[in-house]
Each structure stands twice: as structure tokens, then as C-alpha cells.
């Protein structure tokens, strides 16, 4: 190990608390050429963000996200804030030579993505996005199938990822349900993951349709947030919901493949309930998040009568980081595809390599989401790349 990474973190709510423990983690159980430092946390409220710092394991904290930004003795920046922020900082933090990560979505809308990628490169710093289910060992299996051709030719990505969290109607009126803070709801916050692993296992988008609805309307006015968790006054004012609370969407990709993605959060009983399956000449595949060690796996050249899906147990050493954890059979969970994506951030900062997945990315999932609305807007097909 010979470089030293001084990493600064800004957000401390569920993100925030998510990425501290990436951190953490990363040297404990990976070598990625660089002892990470956890040097400072950064929010608004002071109780709350030196809470943080001494819980999360952080060195210090700042209050100011400008001089968060500015301070000379950070390597990275690291965004987890409501996603109307992203854009503000991330140009500073370049501006400022900071190596960047950015939750997603990249921002809340296409032209601030955009922007965001054009300052990361002008600056020439390294720029990652947080699509942290890229990172389950199981998804990295998919691909190395893929890539090998196990699956064939690719006929379909079916998925969806299914949430109940706003299911009740007195469920105050939380930053995620602002349009203005958000971008969109259920479609950037949870169907960014699924297109993501669309894009990153299928490949581009051409053109997609879509519909969405917000059931719920208006909603009380939020007292108090914690992570998920929200609380509002008993008598508390009612305000407008400005994003989709479900949306659908069928894809035509560039390869001929067909998709079909549904992201809602009012599937009651479903809590993070993400699946997708992908059908080729040769194989499909099937993963639910809720059972992320799985994969079941169907090779259609099985001897006729003896075909079925199979269930791998994705915890052996030959599988995707599992070398690095537990011996086989002992599962892993949600918080450590954070620490592969740190593991492999840290490792192409150190290395200079290409981040993945990056800013382009990021945009190119923001591309997607403007074109899923403007296809419900104008309720018609649209090509991807026309925006
Ligand atoms: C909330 O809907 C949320 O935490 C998303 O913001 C995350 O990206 C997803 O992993 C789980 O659900």
C-alpha cells in the first residue's frame, strides 16, 4: 500500500451512512493500492452531521459544502445530498481537482448531468457514479456470463424493483417526493438501478414508451426525516406530490433486444423487491435483490428432459469479490456492494484507469429518464438519442 486517499463525504442520512461504511471497510477486505482516509463529513445541521462524525468514524466535519469543497487537504469528494445538490458541488469539487463520486441519479434533470460530466472531464478528474447494485457479486456473474456468450443472442430484460414505503397516505410529503429536489420519483430513484443493469448487461436503449401515475396526490407537510423514515405534525399542512409515484416502460434497444421495466412505490409487501431476468438463444437468467447470493441460471442446451432453472450460490472464492469476504455459503448483504464500488474507485484513481460505472454513465441513464417522460408527455415513442 503506498498512496494515501483523503476522502470527504457530504450527506449523512441513509447515503451517507451507506458510503461511511464503504469506506471503512474498503482496506479491511480489499487492497486497492491506497489507504483511504476518512478525513471530514459535511452537512447542514451541526448536531447532526458531528453526531454522524463520531459515529460513522470520520475525522472531522464541515458545515459549508463550499469549503467542504475547497479544502486542500481532499482527494475526493464524495456526494450523497438530495440529488438537487449534485450538480452544485460536483462542478466545485472539479473545479477544485477533487476525484468525485456522485449518487444517482447523476441530477435531476439531462443538462445538468451534462454539465456535471463536461466539468469532471475538463478538469481531468475521475468521476463515478453511485450504481451500487452493479457491484453484487451475483450482477458481475451475469455479465462475465454475457460476455462469454453463455446467453446467446439477447431476446429480452424484464424487470422491476418494487417498493411500498409511501403505500400509506399519511406518509409525509419527504424530499423524494419533490419534483424540484428529486428530478422524478419512482422512475429516477428506482428504475435508475434497473436501466443501469439494463444498459450495463444488454446493452444501449433506442427507444422507449412509458406511463406513470402519482396516487397520492398530496401529502402532509414533513416535520422531521430520518433515512426512509419521515414524521409529520398530526395537524400538519397538506402539499402538492410532484413526481410519479410508479412508472412503466417498454425499451427497443439497439441490439434488437425487447425490455419492459416497472419501478413503484406502492407494490405493498414489497420492500426493495428489485428483479430483472434476461431470456438469450442459448440461456436466460433470474436475480431477485432480496436473495442477492442467488442466480438461477437456465442453459437451454441441457439434455432435453432434464432442463430447469438451476440456483447457483454466489458466495464461492471464483466468484465475483467473494475471495475477499467470508468462506462459501456465508452471505453477504446490501452494504457491501459499497464497498466494491469504493474498491474499485480507489483502485482506478490510484491506477489511472477508467471508473465505471462513470459520469457517461450517469448521463446516459439521465438520457433515458428525460425520454421515458417525454414519451408519457407527448404519449409516443421516443428515440433515445434524439435528446
Ligand atoms: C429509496 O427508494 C432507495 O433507498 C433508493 O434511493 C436506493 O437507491 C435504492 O437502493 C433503495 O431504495
Known sequence: MSKDLNVGLIGYKFMGKAHSNGYRKVNMFFDPGAQVHMKAICGRDEEWVKKSADTFGWEGYETSWEKMVARPDLDIIDITTPSNFHKQIAIEAAKNGKHIFCEKPLAINLQDAREMLQAAEQN????????????????????????????????????????DFVLDPSFPLVWRLDKSVAGSGSLGDLGAHVIDCARYLVGEFDEVIGMSETFVKERP???KMEGLSAQAKADSAMGKVTVDDATLLLARFKNGALGSIEATRFAGGHKNDMYFEINGSKGSVKFYFERMNELHYLNNEDEAGLQGYRLIQVSEDIHPYMDAWWPAGHVIGYEHTFVHQFYEFIKAIVNDTPTTPNFTDGVACCQILE?????????????????
Open 221 to 223: 407537510i414533513v416535520e
Open 124 to 163: 481531468g478528474v475521475k468521476h463515478q457514479i453511485g450504481f451500487n447494485y452493479r457491484f453484487v457479486p451475483a450482477i458481475q456473474l451475469i455479465k462475465k456470463m454475457i460476455d462469454q456468450g453463455k446467453l446467446g443472442k439477447i431476446y429480452h430484460f424484464r424487470g422491476f424493483f418494487l417498493q
Open 371 to 387: 425520454a421515458v417522460e417525454k414519451s408519457i408527455e407527448e404519449r409516443r415513442w421516443i428515440q433515445v438519442d434524439s435528446l
